[in-house]
């Protein structure tokens, strides 16, 4: 079974350039995570979708962060305008249902570095 | 709102070796789960363990078992027979079941050396 992928996996930009993250979930997944993993932290949530719905994006800064799962498949992140202290590794998660009790399976994450 | 703390930065361990990491969590749901989470250098995350917080018996996976006490809200995981692979980093994460909003620490560096 093919795992979740991502890509690029590295970036690096200057402050206020523009840049998109995209993530394949594992096939038939119906959920898919967006976490933040400053160096040094454990992830933190983004935003997670329920095929194509957003289920929750509290923890988005939305003035520059946005997301979106077109036909409730693959995902794209991006961010505009960046700032420094957005340099992180983002991860993309997915998992078969919403629920508990299904594992989320991580990808490699993408390391983003603005300077 | 759920916070979960990791006392221990790094840790290091001798390869065959048990060694244990800490965990400890605060919340006021009766309901929840706990995972234990590996992340090994340059490589993703994959999980290690969960455990459903009704369930009294400690979850068990081949070498890694956990020490659940509820009341403490305590989480540990226990290594037995350390590998060279298992150095990594290691998080602990709180879930409410309706929410999915996964808490992590800040994590436990684990080192095995030969």
């Known amino acids: 079974e093919a795992g979740v992928a991502q890509s690029p996996r590295y970036k690096i930009i200057e402050k206020r350039q523009s840049v998109a993250f995209w993530c394949n979930p594992i096939s038939g997944h119906a959920t898919l995570y967006w976490y933040q993993q400053i160096l040094g932290q454990g992830p933190k949530l983004l935003i997670q979708f329920q095929n194509n719905g957003v289920v929750d994006d509290s923890q988005l800064p939305k003035d520059r962060f946005s997301a979106e799962r077109l036909k409730g498949v693959d995902s794209t992140l991006k961010i505009q305008p960046a700032k420094l202290e957005d340099s992180a590794v983002y991860l993309c998660?997915?998992?078969?249902?919403?629920?508990?009790?299904?594992?989320?399976?991580f990808g490699p994450g993408t390391r983003l570095t603005v300077l | 709102a759920q916070t979960v703390t990791q006392s221990q930065p790094e840790m290091s361990v001798q390869e065959a070796e048990t060694v244990t990491l800490s965990c400890t969590y605060d919340t006021s749901e009766n309901n929840y789960y706990l995972f234990w989470y590996k992340q090994p250098p340059s490589r993703q995350m994959i999980l290690v363990i969960r455990?459903?917080?009704?369930?009294?018996q400690n979850a068990t996976e081949n070498r890694f078992s956990v020490n659940f006490q509820k009341a403490a809200k305590s989480f540990s995981l226990k290594i037995s027979d350390s590998q060279l692979g298992d150095t990594a980093m290691y998080f602990c994460?709180?879930?409410?079941?309706?929410?999915?909003?996964?808490?992590f620490g800040a994590g436990t560096r684990l080192t095995v050396k030969p």
């Open positions: 998660a997915s998992s078969l249902d919403f629920s508990g009790t299904d594992t989320q399976y």
């Open positions: 455990q459903e917080a009704y369930k009294q």
């Open positions: 994460a709180f879930m409410k079941p309706s929410h999915l909003d996964m808490r």
